[in-house]
């Protein structure tokens, strides 16, 4: 998800070449043409959309949270797993969380929108490779 959304991001990294702006990764492609402009905003559409899948995952989780962190008030972190792991209801969406401790479910969602915000957000922040280190700290 997080390479897609950099490939998706990449359409909005325009640089200034005399006094024209060009797309970054085609300079052939003038970023003030209207050509360019009906393009961004398909990608914005495409971009609206793609998010709606890690938002997605988010709801199946958030439905199935008691069954993702069974026992929350104990202190018995074996067993909640064991419990879990073994429940037939969660097997299609284990991917999304067999990584993780129970009561962390939500972590696999939370850490793709880190690696979205650092592969595709950091890059567009300015031009200036220092102003983009720091804001990635």
Not at 121 to 129: D, I, N, Q
């Given at each position: 998800?997080?390479?897609?959304?950099?490939?998706?991001?990449?359409?909005?990294d325009c640089i200034f070449v005399n006094d024209n702006e060009y797309l970054r990764s085609d300079m052939s492609i003038n970023c003030?043409?209207?050509?360019y402009k009906?393009?961004?905003?398909?990608?914005?559409?495409?971009?609206?959309i793609y998010?709606?899948?890690p938002i997605t995952w988010m709801y199946v989780l958030y439905r199935q949270k008691e069954a993702l962190n069974p026992h929350s008030g104990s202190h018995d972190e074996t067993l909640s797993m064991y419990i879990r792991n073994n429940n037939p209801k969660l097997a299609p969406i284990r991917?999304?969380?067999?990584?993780?401790?129970?009561s962390k479910w939500w972590f696999e969602i939370a850490d793709?929108?880190?690696?979205?915000?650092?592969?595709?957000?950091?890059?567009l922040v300015s031009p200036k490779p220092s102003i983009r280190s720091s804001f990635g700290i």
């Amino acid at each position: 998800l997080p390479p897609v959304s950099n490939k998706q991001l990449q359409v909005f990294d325009c640089i200034f070449v005399n006094d024209n702006e060009y797309l970054r990764s085609d300079m052939s492609i003038n970023c003030q043409g209207n050509d360019y402009k009906t393009f961004s905003y398909i990608i914005l559409m495409f971009i609206a959309i793609y998010q709606c899948i890690p938002i997605t995952w988010m709801y199946v989780l958030y439905r199935q949270k008691e069954a993702l962190n069974p026992h929350s008030g104990s202190h018995d972190e074996t067993l909640s797993m064991y419990i879990r792991n073994n429940n037939p209801k969660l097997a299609p969406i284990r991917f999304l969380f067999i990584d993780y401790k129970c009561s962390k479910w939500w972590f696999e969602i939370a850490d793709m929108y880190r690696r979205i915000v650092y592969i595709g957000v950091v890059p567009l922040v300015s031009p200036k490779p220092s102003i983009r280190s720091s804001f990635g700290i």
